[in-house]
């Protein structure tokens, strides 16, 4: 065998995109800062988010702007 | 990792009772089709999974574990039908498996400790340990965005596109709601210009407007439109009579306006009606585009709320992450369908935004003809209303109403009622018999009208800006997490591709050294691409042959294994996986499971002889470890070639005086025996391409070959001066020749007539006779003490002995 990793800790790949993705999000002006707040406090809990959790996230705006 | 030590199968699938000891080494089953040997590796599948997936896959339709797992004898019994392994793991403990069909779900594991239900826990998350050829080909042959999905799936990586699809679904429905607030803030625009009677919307124009009439009532005007100004404020006295506030010249227009959208002037084809038109009329000429787009609602719907491991509405439980892949597939099939849709939908747009300033208008025409008393004429009116909203929410699902969206899409006032004409020219009659009002009540009412425009566009305008700006977090959100996810499979994807064209290259070193490979995940798709002899990169299934398209499939299963799996990818079970290579490619293969995967146990199927024999010559398997079957029946399951068996089963034709019978398996046995020994003493035989031997060319060329072997055994004695040595050989030479005169197989190339062919006409005693023969005969080919067959050693090269298993029969063939 080579000395690659394994990826049988897959969500370590999944932590490592979610960790980029919320850093990319976070210096993007498009992304409010409480719609990436609500991002962060749910992808501290679990690491799959739906369509509608989205949707709530986003709708976090309009609350605090 | 687990590896599989012992194996007893009992009434389960083509198998009645079968037990195998193969010490946690590899094992090879060869046997001609329906011989049962797919049914081994579903029995190991089953243990360690409580799955089969060959009977839960694709296509396998009402196809079930539970009624088609057990023996078909015993299909009313799943609880005979179970499989019991012995497994070992790699610290060394040692434990059993059981699981029956009855209650797959819960096996029996001894001992029950922390370390074995682990041990099983982890395989249950890696089920891909069991492969058949069709699921490897899909690696290869499936469509990019169906490709992402398996391969995900096998790296346990579906969370990630879970979470891509999730952004991208919220993305399209902020998308869809910021384009509705738009709609509706272009509405409340024209209704406020049309008001105002200006030609666009400044701050300068309506203050122009809303000063000119507040100067007429003597209020003070705006130097500028402020968000809480009410361009109202200060109007005071109201008149009495509900008549006079209403604008006669506005409404009046109004009525005109109506009678010209019933009467089709008002509505003019533009590029996106006739866009819209030509869609419709390809749903109309094909009913499966329009049946497939009539459930994309469906699957797009579904997708949103398949969220949890069971159905919202019955809690049966699902396997979520297959649900999910199943429903992208139709949406993804879909995507010609929603073209079509998407330009109807924008064809219907330009006509909704008229629909429903027009249903506005009808509105407060109604309230118009019910302050003059025409109440009737009020109620049609109001009807037209609802008429509109109705159409209005139909067409949102346009598919289903394809006669009104053309007839909206060229002329939506012919939707209208008839009667709704004659209503409006009676309110217009009325309308004109009312006194022009002064300019004071006038500029009052346009105030108060301007207010409630004003109002609503503002409202539109938040709306639309806050869509707008969710929209664009959404699409943000959707960009940043599919470029993350995009880089990091890249790097994952980069160690797969490299892995998978170095043992392409390694397979293929005859003709392909220079080969290479792109794995590009792209919008939740995976690309992939291969060289071909250096004339760039294209499709595996472009130009490849079906053989080396099955060698790729197996090389990306090893590559994504040894990513997934590391050094855990330690049982692998392949059902006959290479049955396009050719046999110089798959010697290729083995020399990649010994260098590549030397701690991994394969378990293979095939029903090549050749292949079977590459595995024992290449050591990939020992020869104790390969299992072959010679035939299959409903009743008995799965016959091996085995020794004893086989000669019961002739006595028992003799016994009966069937001598054709018996003499036909005493042939078939004699023709696999010598073909094995051929192959273990490396006898020499004319080659054929393609070649079948019979009985009468391969006996003689064991016996040659063997007479040979002790020829050379006695000059390397004798070289040695070890005379009891040749003494030995001697006597082994010496009864081998008598013995084989007994058969009368020298005779068969003398002449013809002296044939195995002719022993159906021998009485039953006289057949008895040629069965002692023969059974004499090859009792001098195997040790009297372990009873395997002796074989040449190396079983390629240089000769140096002729042995047996257990080292008791051991003849030295170098001279010194």
């Known amino acids: 065998m080579s000395n690659q990793e394994s990826t049988s800790d897959e969500s370590a790949l999944l932590r490592d995109i979610l960790t980029d993705f919320l850093e990319r999000a976070s210096k993007d002006a498009a992304v409010p800062t409480h719609v990436l707040e609500a991002l962060q406090k749910h992808f501290s809990a679990k690491k799959s ?12 705006q309009e609350e605090v702007s | 990792m687990i590896k599989v030590q012992t194996l007893h199968i009992e009434h389960f699938r083509g198998i009645r009772n079968l037990r195998l000891s193969v010490d946690g080494e590899n094992l090879a089953v060869r046997g001609p089709n329906g011989s049962g040997k797919s049914g081994i590796v579903d029995a190991i599948e089953f243990a360690l999974t409580g799955n089969i ?12 574990i539970r009624t088609h797992a057990p023996h078909v004898d015993c299909k009313d019994n799943p609880e005979k039908a179970k499989v019991t392994l012995g497994l070992t793991l790699p610290s060394g403990t040692k434990f059993t498996l059981e699981r029956n069909v009855a209650s797959p779900s819960r096996p029996t594991v001894d001992p029950d400790s922390d370390e074995t239900r682990a041990a099983l826990k982890y395989i249950l998350t890696h089920p891909e340990f069991s492969l058949s050829r069709r699921e490897i080909l899909k690696f290869v042959l499936t469509e990019a965005g169906k490709r992402a999905k398996e391969i995900q799936a096998l790296l346990k990586l579906e969370a990630i596109d879970k979470n891509r699809a999730a952004f991208q679904t919220a993305s399209n429905a902020a998308t869809r709601d910021a384009s509705s607030a738009e709609n509706v803030l272009t509405t409340a625009r024209t209704n406020l210009i049309s008001h105002l009677k200006i030609s666009e919307l400044t701050q300068e124009t309506v203050l122009s407007a809303v000063n000119d009439r507040r100067t007429v009532l003597g209020l003070k005007t705006y130097g500028e439109l402020t968000a809480d100004i009410k361009v109202s404020d200060g109007i005071t006295s109201e008149s009495s009579d509900p008549k006079k506030k209403i604008p006669r010249t506005d409404a009046i227009a109004k009525a005109d306006r109506i009678l010209a959208f019933v009467e089709g002037t008002l509505t003019k084809e533009t590029p996106q009606t006739k866009s819209a038109l030509d869609a419709v009329s390809r749903l109309e000429s094909q009913p ?10 469906l699957f797009e719907t579904g997708v949103e709320l398949v969220i949890d491991s069971a159905c919202p509405l019955c809690d049966d ?5 297959k649900l999910l892949a199943h429903l992208r597939a139709k949406i993804e099939k879909n995507k010609s369908a929603v073209s079509v849709k998407t330009a109807i939908n924008t064809g219907l747009e330009t006509r909704m935004t008229l629909i429903r300033t027009i249903g506005h208008e009808l509105e407060q025409l109604s309230k118009y003809a019910t302050t003059l008393g025409l ?17 209005e929410k139909n067409l949102n699902q346009s598919i289903d109403y394809l006669e009104k969206t053309k007839t909206a899409l060229r002329n939506p006032g012919t939707l209208l009622p008839d009667v709704l004409a004659v209503a409006i020219q009676n309110l217009k009659t009325e309308l004109s018999t009312l006194p022009d009002l002064s300019s004071a009540e006038a500029a009052k009412q346009f105030l108060t009208i301007a207010d409630e425009r004003l109002e609503s566009y503002r409202k539109a305008k938040s709306d639309y800006e806050m869509h707008k700006k969710r929209a664009a977090a959404a699409a943000a959100l959707l960009k940043h997490f599919t470029e993350s996810s995009e880089q990091k499979l890249s790097t994952l994807y980069d160690d797969v591709e490299s892995d998978f064209a170095k043992f392409y290259r390694d397979l293929n070193n005859d003709d392909e050294g220079g080969f290479s490979a792109r794995l590009e995940p792209q919008e939740g798709a995976l ?31 090893f590559a994504l294994s040894k990513k997934l799996l590391g050094a855990s990818f330690s049982l692998c079970l392949l059902d006959d996986v290479l049955m396009s290579v050719d046999a110089g490619h798959r010697r290729e293969v083995c020399k990649l499971l010994r260098a590549e995967f030397p701690k991994t146990q394969f378990i293979l199927t095939t029903h090549d002889e050749v292949w079977s024999k590459q595995l024992t010559l290449e050591g990939i398997v020992k020869g104790k470890n390969l299992l072959q079957f010679r035939k299959w029946t409903v009743d008995d399951g799965p016959a091996a070639w085995d020794f004893g068996e086989v000669w019961n089963e002739i006595e028992t034709d003799l016994s009966g005086n069937d001598v054709s019978a018996a003499s036909q398996g005493l042939r078939r046995y004699m023709e696999f025996l010598m073909s094995e020994l051929a192959f273990k003493l490396r006898a020499v035989i004319e080659a054929r391409p393609g070649a079948t031997y019979d009985l009468g060319e391969l006996m003689p060329a064991v016996a040659a070959r063997y007479k040979d072997l002790l020829r050379r055994a006695k000059a390397a004695a004798n070289s040695w001066n070890q005379q009891d040595v040749v003494t030995s050989v001697a006597a082994l030479d010496d009864r ?24 159906a006409n021998l009485s039953p005693t006289d057949f008895r006779d040629v069965l002692k023969c023969f059974r004499e005969l090859i009792d001098e080919l195997k040790c009297t003490a372990c009873e395997g067959w002796f074989y040449a050693s190396p079983l390629k090269g240089a000769l140096d002995t002729v042995k047996c298993d257990c ?3 051991s003849l030295n063939l170098k001279t010194r």
Not at chain 2, 736 to 759: D, I, L
């Open chain 2, 527 to 557: 690309n992939f691409e291969v060289d071909f002899h250096g004339r760039g990169k294209f499709p595996p299934n472009a130009y490849h042959s079906e053989g080396h398209q099955d060698g790729m499939g197996l090389c990306l299963y």
């Open chain 2, 807 to 809: 080292g008791q029969t």
């Open chain 2, 317 to 321: 439980e699902w396997d979520q992450n």
């Open chain 2, 288 to 297: 499966d585009l329009l049946s497939s787009l009539s459930r994309q609602t």
């Open chain 2, 736 to 759: 081998f020749g008598r013995k084989y005169s007994a058969t009368n197989a020298e005779q068969w190339a003398v002449n013809a007539a002296v044939h195995y062919n002719e022993w």
């Open chain 2, 53 to 64: 997936t060959r009977l839960t896959g694709t296509g396998s339709g009402a196809v079930s």
């Open chain 1, 49 to 60: 988010i739906s369509a509608p959790e989205v949707k709530a996230t986003l709708a976090t």
């Open chain 2, 375 to 391: 109440d009737s004429d009020a109620k049609t009116i109001l009807e037209g209303q609802s008429t509109l909203q109705e159409i």
